[in-house]
């Protein structure tokens, strides 16, 4: 009874905790979907304030349908993060596999490197990477997005699956490679359905990144043809004049797709997290 009463204020204190921090990180995203709902004036005048019949309206929706190329710049991010989540849990998934099967002498050196590549950012290396994409001629291409985020995702997925793959049973592995099943074949029939929380957690946290990156596109596709989303609400943005409603209206619709992955995820993602809580 005394450990029940002992522990219902840590309860209490560490759901406050996150309730605080839910509210501090949603509020910016409040803040973006009521103002993409008003007129200018309403914006300036009262940020926080929910639109009402006089202040609502949907210009900024208007002008980014019609002035931007939203459609183009929505098709860019869409191929890119899905082609980039593609390789990051398709590779990251293998090497994970890989380094948690097999025992080989550079197996500690492989983990040490994976995790300096989760420690050191990779846009310290921006002079470098541009160098390389403009002599292999990869500038203002879907291509040279895709595997810089591909490099970018890979050391946190590698790290994060392979703790999930040790935990897979060896008798399960062992009875297939007696059924004569190659190793492909287990990987991809026996040990990606047993850790299919863990490639939700990593999704999401590999998605959301690349989704709201600016400063890739900016450097590596600048181009009309290749601008994402984040690049082409820039657009709006000019030396002496902003036009607020189309920008707020372009980052509300950027949302979406991250609402859209989390809802899709969400169940998997709170397994992934717990289960690895868990151990």
């Not at 209490?12 to 803040?31: E, G, K």
């Not at 202040?55 to 349908?65: A, D």
């Not at 931007?68 to 090497?95: E, K, P, R």
């Not at 001629?137 to 790290?159: D, E, K």
Request: glycine share 6%.
């Amino acid at each position: 009874m005394n450990t029940a009463r002992s522990s219902l204020p840590r309860a209490l204190a560490a759901h406050a905790v996150l309730i605080a921090y839910t509210l501090i990180a949603l509020f910016p995203v409040f803040v973006i979907v009521i103002n993409a709902f008003k007129e200018r004036r309403a914006i300036f005048s009262d940020p926080l304030a929910v639109p009402t019949p006089e202040s609502f309206s949907l210009i900024g929706f208007e002008t980014v349908t019609s002035q931007g190329n939203f459609l183009l710049y929505f098709q860019n991010s869409l191929i890119v993060t899905v082609a980039s989540l593609f390789c990051v849990l398709l590779f990251g998934a293998m090497a994970a596999f890989a380094l948690s099967e097999y025992r080989f002498k550079g197996n500690p050196l492989m983990a040490l490197y994976l995790a300096l590549g989760i420690m050191i950012p990779i846009r310290l290396g921006t002079v470098a990477i541009l160098q390389i994409m403009v002599a292999t001629g990869l500038v203002n291409t879907h291509t040279a997005l895709i595997l810089v985020y591909t490099a970018q995702g890979l050391p946190l997925a590698i790290f994060i699956l392979s703790e999930f793959m040790r935990t897979v049973s060896a008798d399960l592995k062992n009875a297939g490679r007696v059924d004569g099943l190659s190793e492909y074949r287990i990987f991809f029939t026996l040990v990606l359905p047993l850790v299919r929380p863990a490639m939700a957690t990593v999704a999401v946290f590999t998605m959301i990144p690349i989704w709201n990156d600016l400063w890739f596109p900016l450097i590596l596709a600048p181009a009309e043809a290749t601008k994402t989303v984040t690049l082409g609400a820039q657009v709006f943005i000019g030396q002496f004049v902003t036009n607020w409603n189309a920008v707020l209206a372009a980052l509300t619709l950027a949302i979406i797709p991250v609402l859209v992955l989390y809802l899709i995820f969400s169940r998997q993602l709170i397994r992934g997290i717990t289960s690895g809580a868990v151990k």
